[in-house]
Each structure stands twice: as C-alpha cells, then as structure tokens.
C-alpha cells in the first residue's frame, strides 16, 4: 500500500516538472469591409486601409475580447508556436520564419 502512494506521489512529480508551457501567437489584418456599390460612402484617404495585431487569440477569440466595429473583418495572416511562459506581460517570442537565413543561390 505504501510503496502505491510512493510510486504515486513520484509519478505525479515527475508530470509536474516534465510539463512545459506553450502558446501561438497569430498576426491578424484588421480591415474595414468594402462599401455596398449604392451605399454613397465615399472612402476615407485619410484613415489607413488595414491595421496588423499581433496577439495569443486567433481571428474568432479576438473579436469577443477587443472591440470591433461590426464593418471590420479580421484575417489570419501568420503563426507560430512558442515556448514558455506569458505571464507579467512578457513580449511574445519573434517569429521564427524571420529569423531563416536564405539560402544561397546554387546556380551560377
């Protein structure tokens, strides 16, 4: 009976440190939807097309967190996966696509 306790308390331990933290961070485009072709808005050069948010909530989760104004579509431009933690306002960890060197190029 003791050595079940043991081996669970150990097993449970064990879980706890082998556990590792992870998130996704997603880069959305916030864009204003196009006019209806009879709606006589005419368009705003001064306000800018689209913004870009970087943020752990995908296009669906951000809208019920951040305001959005009903004619504003969010799409889904990038992911990745990080590793750790996000408390204390920690800046998300930079996107490993950017960081690819290129490759040269093999041809002459």
């Not at 951040?66 to 933690?85: F, H, M, N, Q, S």
């Not at 060197?101 to 002459?108: C, D, G, I, R, S």
Request: net charge neutral.
């Amino acid at each position: 009976m003791k050595y079940r306790v043991f081996l669970s308390a150990f097993l449970i331990l064990f879980a706890i440190s082998a556990a590792q933290a992870e998130y996704r961070v997603f880069i959305l485009k916030i864009s204003k939807k196009p006019p209806a072709a009879n709606a006589g808005v005419e368009a705003n050069a001064d306000l800018p097309a689209f913004r870009l948010v970087t943020s752990t909530l995908d296009p669906e989760q951000y809208r019920y967190y951040y305001p959005v104004a009903p004619d504003e579509e969010i799409t889904y431009i990038d992911t990745w996966r990080c590793y750790g933690r996000t408390d204390n306002f920690q800046p998300f960890c930079p996107n490993p696509k950017d960081q690819i060197a290129p490759e040269a190029n093999p041809a002459p």
